[in-house]
């Protein structure tokens, strides 16, 4: 049996050392944002919070930063407030054309973002509408909308419609059924839709290169001007900034949902 | 039944804001001097510099998931076998970087391949050459398959959950060997899964933006760059309209024909 051990052995160290370097850039990143040096230095070589400080004081972070949370906010709650009756929808019903309607609302994931940032910078152009907050939102709404979509139908898939029939029998209204019922069921896939969307639209450089301009601009756009003129250690503590955000959400959405069940990973297998 | 009308406000902004637009930017691709005609697509398929920029993204987005398919596999198989005690610590360093945004991890690789970068510094201890990485084609390769092998993994893993664990056993049984088993049922079984993966990253690898502008720098274009370019900096809508409708064609085609391919082998499966 050793060459089962060997290869068992060779999975394993095949499989940590892949994990290191999916972590590796990510570590690097967070690590240079600490040196005290004045330019970029891996090792650091020292341990400060300078650059941290530089960038609230600096004029260009902070108004991005708040722009990004904005708009952030603003996509959850577009997200939401049509993905999550899509998803019902579509739950109810059958067919070619519902299963082709599903294709349609999770289509955005497939064509380029850069066309569709492209696209919508053009519509809003002949509407003469001017970049805001909004109109950044509503973009990067196009590109959230089938994670929400995706996530509540697979919490509904988990629902047994015998417990909504059953409160429909017992006299509950279609709302009531709903609200008590039907959605205490579906919240992980509610909460990961929400912390999806608002991953999706902090992360979100290639809708909202285009949608941008000076006043509004989010902070990864900032972010990736700012890298392509200078290499200052400033620029890694803001990275570092987009970093630990995901990280927190990353950790909230473990808590409330498991990150396996989101990913289409089961804990358990069945037998 | 009144909830399928709940897809309705989904259907309407999707119109709104992603057919209307896209239909309008095939306009503007079509009719470049104010009239009907393709100058614009004989333009770019007729200049070699432009031919070039599409070679490359198709060549490095075809080595980009080749790369990330081999290297998926042993992980997807460690992650698919719930029995194992770090696979909470696998999952999460190999989920987590997806939802980090592209902007950073790129900012990782910079500093890891650039000229003082650790890459480097390793290759120059070990006297193999002072050359680096960064603004290089393998470069992007590198920090793409980092970008995108998340979104190889999960779909293998979920794949190779859905084998049934006694097609495994009876092929022991029938003395099937270890290789024998892994090329004759786990990998035909997995090979939805594969399909899945590979043509989510080519497609992402082919639009993506921020990786290539960062990790190639303008001397190495792709598509993403050509449009942007030509649509931001030069103003010539024709022309990126036809540039974003050609990538759009090339992602496109890879979908259609993988959807086909899925809708052909279920309607196969069916008795």
Known sequence: MSGARIREWLLRCYVAAMAVLMLLPIAVVLLTSLTPAAYISFPPGGLSLRWYMAVASADEWVPSFLTSLQVGAIVIVCALSIGVPAALGLHAATGRFATALQTFFLSPLMIPSL??????????????????????????????????????????????????RAARILGSGPIRTFVKITLPLIRHGLIAGALFSFIVSIDDVNIALFLSDVHVTPLSVQLLGYLQQSADPQGAAVASLLVIIAFVLIFVCDRLAGIDWLFGIRKTTVS | MT??????????????????????????SITPDGFVGLSAYTRFLSDGWFLSVLR???????????????????IALYLSQTWRRGRTLVTFAIIAPMLVSAVARSYGWIIILGPAGILSRCLAALGLGSGHLLYTETGIVIA????????????????????????????????????RILFRVTLPMCIPGMTAGAVIVFCM???????????????????????????????????????????????????????????????????
């Open chain 1, 115 to 164: 066309v569709i940032g492209l696209a919508i910078l053009r519509f809003y152009e002949s509407l003469a509408l001017p970049a805001s907050d909004l109109s950044v939102a509503l973009g990067q709404t196009m590109i959230a909308t089938p994670y929400v979509v995706r996530f509540v139908l697979a919490g509904l898939a988990g629902v047994d419609s015998g417990l909504t």
């Open chain 2, 205 to 271: 690898c082919a639009s993506s933006f921020v990786t290539p502008a960062l990790i190639g720098g303008p001397t190495i274009p792709m598509m993403s760059f050509v449009i942007y370019q030509q649509a931001i900096q030069l103003i010539d809508w024709p022309f990126a309209s036809a540039a974003a409708f050609i990538l759009l064609a090339a992602t496109a085609s890879v979908t259609l024909a993988y959807l086909f391919w899925a809708g052909t082998r279920r309607a196969g499966a069916r008795p």
């Open chain 2, 144 to 179: 793409s398959v980092h970008l995108l092998l998340p979104l190889m993994v999960l779909p293998i893993a979920g794949s190779l959950q859905q084998i049934d664990p006694s097609l495994i056993r009876a092929a022991q049984i029938l003395g099937a060997g270890v290789t």
């Open chain 2, 56 to 74: 490359r993204t198709v060549v490095l987005s075809l080595i980009t998931t080749a790369l990330t398919l081999v290297l998926s596999f042993p």
């Open chain 2, 3 to 28: 909830s399928r009308g709940l897809v309705l406000p989904a259907l309407a902004a999707y119109i709104v804001l992603l057919l209307w637009p896209l239909a309008g930017v095939f306009w503007t």
